[in-house]
Nanobody
Framework: VQLQASGGGLVEAGGSLTISCVVSGTIFSSSAMGWYRQAPGKQRELVAVKFSGGSTDYAEYADSVKGRFTISRDDAKNTVYLQMNSLKPEDTAVYYC???????????????????WGKGTLVTVSS
């Protein structure tokens, strides 16, 4: 599985940016696609993920981005998007595309799973 992210860059505070990631290779029938981020000196944290499997489809967001960021996925294109609005300087980080193939589970944290990561794309929000 390979992940190719794009769309990072420099934006002013209050602005918007959309990043996207294309997943290629083995595609699981149950999977989650999403984004983590890592700011300088901090641990990598979940930003948003979207699970799809069977009849279940839901998204999970970090509290810090709820109401500002929207995740979507186009399974026909194996692509996940993150629409980021009302950006803040504290959103500055390297954003990593994430794909989780899930076996026997009905959600992001259930079943057995295998994680894949993209190389990351830098988002810088200036104040």
């Amino acid at each position: 599985v390979q992940l190719q992210a794009s769309g990072g860059g420099l934006v002013e505070a209050g602005g918007s940016l959309t990043i996207s990631c294309v997943v290629s290779g083995t595609i699981f029938s149950s999977s989650a696609m999403g984004w983590y981020r890592q700011a300088p000196g901090k641990q990598r944290e979940l930003v948003a993920v979207k699970f799809s499997g069977g009849s279940t489809d839901y998204a999970e967001y970090a509290d810090s981005v709820k109401g500002r960021f929207t995740i979507s996925r186009d399974d026909a294109k194996n692509t996940v998007y993150l629409q980021m609005n009302s950006l803040k300087p504290e959103d500055t980080a390297v954003y990593y595309c994430h794909y989780r193939g899930i076996y026997g589970g009905t959600g992001y944290y259930t079943g057995a799973f295998i994680n894949y990561w993209g190389k990351g794309t830098l988002v810088t929000v200036s104040s």
